[in-house]
């Protein structure tokens, strides 16, 4: 991203933006009981899924994880319609039904976040079997944590994307933890080793350098556009959060939480769009129109109607007709 000229630039800011305004905001509503069930924020992790979504197409898929936030809003929903699913409301996406862990909508290719560990891996390689019966060359993509790397599903799907040389990347965001253990506790592999042994490229990047995935992203999704068959890329992030909004992280050492601030990808990325002539005026005016966005789009969440129990049940029970 070299020679991104500046509109490119202002667009990556404004996306990553988008996803920590989000969440911070989300943070708050959850906490004052306006959001209902567990939420999983990924701030700190925010340079990954923006630059995923600048390198997708609107026919790419995206499965995604239980810490899916990022990567919903990065595939383009709606932010009105988001606030209005997480806020359990009948107008938002999933008619509230699917809340934080299973936000999805189908037309723009976001096939869902998913509660289960690793259980976003075998739905996008599905859907690269898919692209590729129907000979078109969409790509799908599989976001995971390394918490998944010990799941045996994760370990049949790079086989079969492999055997098959389906159009699948998948992107593992590698924060160091698996819920409350370091991932080095857990799992001996790592994932360059563990890519060899299905015959699959690899590459490891700096995860909260947002150009630099952009670049690693785009250079992985046009050889696998190519026919070139599936590849997996290794963002080294970090979980600013607990594994759960409210966990209060007593296994994680004081000085990691402490020094956390020296790796965000916010901040990092406009310390680079200062060196590039942006001005203080421009970030904030940026920051102030996602702000209005963000605010804007609660007060229309808070107005929509609360599902009423006889739809709420729509789509759980299947009638048996009884001879």
Same mark, same amino acid.
């Given at each position: 991203?070299?020679?991104?000229?500046?509109? *490119?630039?202002?667009?990556?800011?404004?996306?990553?933006?988008?996803?920590?305004?989000?969440?911070?905001?989300?943070?708050?509503?959850?906490?004052?009981? %306006?959001?209902?069930?567990?939420?999983?924020?990924?701030? #700190?992790? *925010?340079?990954?899924?923006?630059?995923?979504?600048?390198?997708?197409?609107?026919?790419?898929?995206?499965?995604?994880?239980?810490?899916?936030?990022?990567?919903?809003?990065?595939?383009?929903?709606? =932010?009105?319609?988001? @606030?209005?699913?997480?806020?359990?409301?009948?107008?938002? =996406?999933?008619?509230?039904?699917?809340?934080?862990?299973? $936000?999805?909508?189908?037309?723009? #290719?976001?096939?869902?976040?998913?509660? =289960? $560990?690793?259980?976003?891996?075998?739905?996008?390689?599905?859907?690269?079997?898919?692209?590729?019966?129907?000979?078109?060359?969409?790509?799908?993509?599989?976001?995971?944590?390394?918490?998944?790397?010990?799941?045996?599903? @994760?370990?049949?799907?790079?086989?079969?994307?492999?055997?098959?040389?389906?159009?699948?990347? @998948? $992107?593992?965001?590698?924060?160091?933890?698996? *819920?409350?253990?370091?991932?080095?506790?857990?799992?001996?592999?790592?994932?360059?080793?563990?890519?060899?042994?299905?015959?699959?490229?690899?590459?490891?990047?700096?995860?909260?350098?947002?150009?630099?995935?952009?670049?690693?992203?785009?250079?992985?999704?046009?050889? =696998?556009?190519?026919?070139?068959?599936?590849?997996?890329?290794?963002?080294?992030?970090?979980?600013?959060?607990?594994?759960?909004?409210?966990?209060?992280?007593?296994?994680?050492?004081?000085?990691?939480?402490?020094?956390?601030?020296?790796?965000?990808?916010?901040?990092?990325?406009?310390?680079?769009?200062?060196?590039?002539? @942006?001005?203080?005026?421009?970030?904030? %005016?940026?920051?102030?129109?996602?702000?209005?966005?963000?605010?804007?789009?609660?007060?229309?969440?808070?107005?929509?109607?609360?599902?009423?129990?006889?739809?709420?049940? *729509?789509?759980?029970?299947?009638?048996?007709? $009884?001879?």
């Amino acid at each position: 991203m070299a020679t991104a000229n500046k509109e *490119e630039l202002l667009d990556i800011y404004s996306r990553m933006l988008r996803i920590r305004l989000v969440e911070l905001r989300l943070g708050r509503l959850f906490a004052d009981g %306006e959001v209902p069930g567990f939420i999983h924020l990924s701030i #700190g992790q *925010e340079a990954v899924a923006t630059a995923m979504g600048c390198v997708l197409r609107s026919d790419d898929t995206v499965a995604s994880t239980h810490r899916g936030h990022g990567h919903a809003l990065a595939k383009g929903i709606d =932010i009105e319609e988001f @606030f209005l699913e997480l806020m359990a409301r009948e107008e938002g =996406i999933c008619k509230g039904r699917g809340g934080s862990m299973h $936000v999805a909508n189908m037309s723009i #290719g976001m096939l869902g976040a998913n509660a =289960i $560990v690793g259980a976003s891996i075998p739905i996008a390689l599905g859907s690269a079997l898919a692209h590729q019966v129907k000979k078109t060359d969409a790509v799908a993509v599989a976001f995971f944590g390394d918490g998944a790397m010990a799941e045996g599903v @994760f370990h049949e799907s790079l086989n079969l994307a492999s055997l098959w040389n389906l159009p699948l990347l @998948f $992107v593992c965001e590698n924060n160091g933890w698996a *819920e409350f253990s370091p991932t080095h506790k857990q799992f001996v592999a790592p994932l360059d080793k563990l890519s060899a042994a299905f015959s699959i490229p690899h590459n490891k990047i700096n995860g909260n350098d947002v150009l630099q995935v952009v670049d690693a992203a785009r250079n992985a999704v046009d050889q =696998i556009r190519a026919g070139k068959g599936p590849q997996v890329l290794e963002c080294m992030t970090h979980r600013w959060r607990g594994h759960y909004e409210g966990d209060p992280q007593k296994y994680r050492p004081s000085e990691e939480v402490a020094g956390l601030s020296d790796h965000d990808p916010v901040s990092h990325f406009e310390t680079v769009l200062r060196e590039r002539g @942006f001005s203080e005026a421009e970030l904030k %005016e940026a920051r102030d129109a996602i702000d209005l966005q963000v605010e804007q789009a609660v007060s229309r969440a808070r107005q929509g109607r609360n599902p009423k129990w006889q739809t709420a049940r *729509e789509d759980v029970y299947t009638k048996v007709e $009884v001879s």
